[in-house]
């Protein structure tokens, strides 16, 4: 089990950009595919990004390529998301997940084996 922790949320104006960050605690997070996910008020918690185990490969949802990065640093135990461009349609609560399964970019949040608190994301126009 690793314990994750997003910041970096916040309030911003259509156009602008904000970096999320997820720190993982323990000595396995190299053993994790992550996964950034987002829900919006009244809506089901939908897929933004995957990042395989080494960072090399990484998937998008239609809605964000483009606009948004994935990366990681296995050294520090952090995945991150760059947003720019952003839009009032971002406006959600953003999660990461792991996940200890073989691939990256799972889709379907029940594939992910540990979540964090979630940040708030709120885009103004």
């Known amino acids: 089990q690793v314990q994750l922790v997003e910041s970096g949320g916040g309030l911003v104006q259509a156009g602008g950009s904000l970096r999320l960050s997820c720190a993982a605690s323990?000595?396995?997070?190299?053993?994790?595919?992550m996964g950034w996910f987002r829900q919006a008020p009244g809506k089901e918690r939908e897929f933004v990004a995957g990042i395989s185990r080494s960072g090399i490969n990484t998937d998008y949802a239609d809605s964000v390529k483009g606009r948004f990065t994935i990366s990681r640093d296995n050294t520090k135990n952090t995945v991150y998301l760059q947003m720019n461009s952003l839009k009032p349609e971002d406006t959600a609560v953003y999660y990461c997940g792991g996940t200890r399964r073989a691939s990256f970019g799972y889709v379907d949040r029940r594939e992910y084996d540990d979540w964090g608190q979630g940040t708030q994301v709120t885009v103004s126009l």
């Open positions: 323990g000595r396995t997070f190299s053993s994790y595919a």
